[in-house]
């Protein structure tokens, strides 16, 4: 059963219009008691069908690192590596699409020079997790910073974690507010910051 609408599609198929280069979608589910994982699929290929530069790919093998499955991998000219783990929808899904417009080419990104340019200067491995919900009107501006982060360097990877979807990881890292963010499980703070800040705590984490 379709999950988009034709007014949606239409709309989605007018935002990814600009797409110019290809990008894959890898999606990894649990083969075990994964409520969404059929939506997810699904999801994937109505995307795969509105844009001819969408590749989908279905994998049922292998975690990454200490993350969990279910988790779609986005892969295109992005340097850094960016995963989102759940359905991406609510106000996740907007983000979600600005994402594969990034990873199809950078030139879409609109970031103030400075912060790209001390982006540059992380030349160590970079894990950000961003815990949110499907309702947050704030956990947005966080998770696309970090999307634009991944997608100019190859150093930082993004982790998008739905704590409805992941309640265990919710608990683990004792969230209780979002959008919450950690940083090489080293460093973490609470709410939604300005790029600038978002990178001055990524340089506080690799001291």
Do not use: Q, W
């Not at 999606?27 to 939506?39: D, G, S």
């Not at 109505?46 to 969990?68: P, W």
């Not at 309640?167 to 973490?188: G, Q």
């Amino acid at each position: 059963m379709p999950l988009l609408d034709e007014e949606t599609k239409n709309e989605i198929k007018k935002f990814l219009s600009n797409m110019n280069g290809k990008v894959s979608l890898e999606f990894h589910e649990e083969e075990k008691n994964c409520e969404y994982c059929e939506e997810i699929k699904e999801l994937l290929k109505e995307l795969k069908e509105i844009n001819e530069n969408i590749y989908v790919k279905f994998e049922k093998n292998g975690k990454n690192g200490n993350s969990t499955k279910p988790y779609i991998e986005i892969k295109g000219s992005n340097k850094g590596k960016i995963f989102y783990h759940g359905l991406p929808a609510g106000y996740e899904f907007l983000p979600f699409l600005k994402a594969i417009l990034y990873a199809s080419n950078k030139k879409h990104i609109d970031i103030d020079r400075e912060v790209e340019n001390k982006l540059e200067e992380i030349k160590k491995p970079v894990e950000i997790k961003v815990f949110v919900t499907l309702t947050c009107i704030y956990c947005p501006i966080v998770a696309e910073t970090s999307y634009v982060f991944s997608t100019l360097n190859e150093n930082i990877a993004t982790h998008i974690i739905d704590t409805s979807e992941f309640p265990h990881l919710a608990n683990k890292y004792n969230i209780r507010a979002v959008p919450h963010t950690f940083i090489n499980d080293r460093l973490s703070f609470v709410g939604a910051v300005s790029p600038d800040f978002f990178l001055l705590k990524i340089f506080e984490s690799l001291k």
